[in-house]
């Protein structure tokens, strides 16, 4: 599990927005004394609940993972991830709770969460994550027969299928989008948020030749081949929060700069 800490994730749209996602430990209820964090299985999925949430405060990245240990390598963990901003913050302060409903009933999931500040300045005498557990009781999944298939180009991805929910959803615009992991020298390089508005219901999507213009302008990597896998997601709001609800992962393929 300690490897997981050093895989650094840069997730651009046109820009570029640097996170950093963390391991957690704890039971089906866990405080974390500094922040008040607590995840607590309830019926409609699992419940965040927040003591303190720092009035700087104006992004809040929620990664909601659920995975089995041993871990082998980053493709056995899954992810699902809510990157709240502007009036969505305020709901957050107010209410102190975040409410994740996709979540499958007795599996381990494990959350981290981390505060910034304008600019993506960490706010100040806060952990950079904080961490807790949870095993749910009840929520919204979707089937697991979906996959993710390569173009012969690589320049491109294909939904089998559309993810079935055990209960209704609210799609959020674009419907789907995908992000490409590159591994360099033990760090994870995800290019990230691309996906069609044309069509909600589009389930082909593109990442060339926007990532590699996208990756030769930020100078993250060097020419090269490096190998790499796509994640899809369906984005999904409850309670006006969107989040990137991770459906399946394509085969490992080489990416070269």
């Given amino acids: 599990m300690q490897h997981l800490k050093s895989l650094r994730i840069i997730s651009f749209i046109l820009s570029f927005n640097l996170f950093i996602l963390g391991c957690v430990t704890g039971k089906n209820r866990v405080v974390n004394d500094e ?23 104006a992004r809040i990245f929620i990664s909601v993972t659920k995975w089995n240990e041993p871990i082998n390598n980053p493709y056995e963990v899954i992810s699902s991830h809510a990157d709240i901003r502007g009036s969505l913050v305020d709901q957050v302060k107010n209410s102190g709770r975040v409410i994740f409903p996709f979540a499958k009933t007795g599996q381990e999931y494990r959350i981290s969460v981390t505060f910034q500040k304008e600019g993506f300045k960490p ?27 390569l173009n012969d180009t690589f320049t491109g991805a294909t939904l089998s ?6 209960g209704e959803v609210r799609y959020s615009i674009p419907k789907y989008s995908i992000k490409v992991s590159i591994d360099s020298e033990n760090t ?36 090269g081949e490096y190998p790499a896998h796509i994640t899809a997601y369906c984005n999904l709001i409850y309670d006006n929060i969107t989040w990137e609800v991770e459906i399946a992962k394509s085969r490992e393929f080489p990416y070269s700069l």
């Fill in 35 to 57: 922040i008040g964090l607590k995840a607590e299985a309830v019926p409609e999925g699992i419940c965040l609940a927040f003591d303190n949430i720092p009035l700087e405060t």
């Fill in 161 to 166: 299928s559309e993810p079935i929910f055990s």
């Fill in 188 to 223: 994870n390089i995800g290019a990230g948020g691309f996906s069609h508005t044309i069509s909600e219901n589009i389930l082909t999507m593109y990442f060339e030749p926007e990532m590699s213009d996208g990756l030769k302008k930020a100078d993250y990597l060097k020419k």
């Fill in 123 to 149: 706010v100040e005498n806060v952990p950079e994550w904080v961490y807790a557990e949870c095993v749910p009781y009840s929520g919204v999944f979707f089937d697991e027969g979906v996959n993710l298939n």
